[in-house]
């Protein structure tokens, strides 16, 4: 580095504690290319390492007045690009181990559905207990299911009050709730939310 450059870096850095945008701009300008190259090295991944390089210079910015007299800004760039980036790995690493637990955990329990009470039969019993409803109630229980409309909604297309759409609901789920009685291995939640309706 010659005597002018350290001097200009000297002249910036003092700018940048006394929140001189310019000076921030002078330092993203010199260092960003580098700051990236580091992140990416680290992340492997572009879109991440560009987050990286912006959290980078607001945090710079936000610690502008404890930099020292002397820092050399490119060593405060490189311990910060490198926490920073470590930490959003450890954090992908921990997302990633997340998504294959849980994709694990839902195709095991699809699994386990599928073969001790299969989907077949669970549509047979649905319809089943949708024969014991009173034409209202399934007319709004399959409207709010099959095309997942509120019972804003509901009560619009059939003319009714919301809370009459309500009390149908209630009573069609009860209805559910008793036909499914004694099948504790299948919640309800499960073939409402995974299985298609007629």
Not at 17 to 27: H, N, R, S, V, W
Not at 92 to 101: N, P, S, T
Not at 125 to 145: D, N
Request: charged share 25%; with cysteine.
């Amino acid at each position: 580095m010659t005597n002018r450059t350290k001097s200009l870096d000297c002249e910036n850095l003092n700018k940048l504690k006394q929140g001189d945008e310019l000076a921030l701009t002078f330092f993203y300008n010199k260092y960003a290319k580098k700051v990236y190259a580091m992140a990416f090295y680290i992340i492997k991944d572009r879109f991440l390492a560009e987050d990286i390089l912006q959290e980078v210079f607001v945090h710079l910015w936000n610690y502008k007045e404890n930099l020292g007299e002397q820092n050399e800004l490119w060593l405060v760039l490189y311990v910060m690009c490198k926490q920073k980036s470590l930490n959003k790995l450890r954090g992908v690493m921990r997302y990633e181990k997340y998504k294959g637990h849980h994709a694990d955990h839902l195709q095991m329990r699809t699994s386990f559905t599928e073969n001790h009470f299969g989907l077949k039969d669970i549509k047979k019993l649905l319809e089943i207990a949708l024969g014991k409803m009173t034409p209202m109630q399934r007319e709004v229980f399959q409207m709010s299911r099959e095309e997942d409309l509120t019972h804003a909604e509901i009560a619009e297309r059939l003319s009714i009050s919301p809370n009459t759409v309500k009390n149908h609901m209630v009573a069609a789920l009860a209805i559910l709730k008793i036909h499914f009685k004694g099948h504790e291995f299948i919640t309800i939640s499960i073939f409402l939310i995974s299985v298609n309706f007629f």
